[in-house]
């Protein structure tokens, strides 16, 4: 198993005690950044043993003699039947089956449950929730005390192929894998008040694509956009997907996104082939207001 410390260029997990507690900081392990974000870990934290997992983002832990299912903070795993959500699993399993962990946090989700940071304990601590984006088995999310280190980290996996950030995972053509795999891009992301939302996706491949089948969604899969069947694509042509729910107005190529998309301070999007291989990863951020 993988220690969060000893990875080159990944963030590292320092433990030091503190008067109210312990504190569990992350910063970049080579020293090129000197950014760092810390989660105290008071001493009436939570302390359980995991006992199970739902999938790659969700785990039972037997806190006491009562078992709670805990999701993981800052992340989101591929799960039921999209691709990689096997795999996924089996990553979490791995990494924290049987294991004593401490969960840090005090959210829930909308239908009550609890959102954590879940820390194998020991002498080199884990942090679950960033390992697995490490491992390209989920990816991170914006929006929470951590998301600056998750999303770096996610840069590096996605970059290196790993996990569900792999080429060719979740399927090929029947012709078999061609090094010229179809190449869509997202050119920008447009937001008010600047003009209407929208996303322009462009096409970068040397062949036009035929793009029926694929998808663009957000990082969590909250919604997504399915582009029509008979859409062919030619070399450089741009399709500019409005984030609207009025389809007819849009000119019926609408993304009707759930309306907390942006909320967070941006969103990752992800352009999936028929087979749900991800063939674009586009991380928005959007700007602080003054």
């Not at 799960?79 to 399993?93: D, K, P």
Request: charged share 15%; with cysteine.
């Amino acid at each position: 198993m993988r220690d969060l410390v000893a990875l080159v260029m990944v963030i590292g997990i320092v433990v030091t005690s503190c008067s109210n507690g312990s504190s569990t900081t992350t910063n970049e392990a080579n020293g090129t950044d000197g950014s760092s974000t810390s989660i105290t870990i008071p001493e009436d934290t939570e302390h359980g043993i995991v006992s199970g997992v739902v999938n790659g983002d969700t785990i039972e832990v037997l806190i006491g003699d009562e078992s709670a299912v805990i999701r993981l903070a800052g992340i989101r795993s591929p799960q039921g039947g999209e691709c990689y959500a096997a795999e996924a699993s089996l990553a979490a399993s791995e990494l924290a089956a049987g294991r004593n962990v401490a969960l840090v946090g005090d959210a829930v989700d909308g239908d009550g449950t609890p959102i954590r940071y879940m820390i194998i304990e020991g002498d080199i601590p884990v942090l679950i929730n960033v390992e697995l984006v490490v491992l390209g088995a989920a990816v991170a999310l914006h929006g929470h005390e951590l998301a600056g280190d998750f999303l770096r980290v996610n840069e590096r996996a996605y970059a290196s192929g790993n996990g569900m950030w792999g080429t060719f995972v979740c399927g090929h053509p029947e012709g078999g894998v061609f090094p010229d795999r179809p190449q869509l891009r997202i050119d920008a992301v447009h937001l008010p008040p600047a003009g209407d939302a929208s996303i322009d996706v462009v096409n970068q491949s040397y062949t036009e694509v035929a793009v029926g089948g694929w998808t663009l969604r957000d990082a969590a899969n909250t919604s997504s956009f399915a582009f029509p069947a008979s859409m062919v694509l030619a070399p450089g042509d741009v399709v500019s997907v409005a984030l609207s729910c009025d389809a007819e107005n849009a000119g019926g190529s609408a993304w009707c996104v759930d309306p907390d998309l942006w909320s967070a301070g941006g969103n990752t999007f992800i352009i999936q082939d028929e087979f749900g291989n991800v063939v674009e990863r586009f991380v928005h951020e959007v700007p602080e207001t003054p």
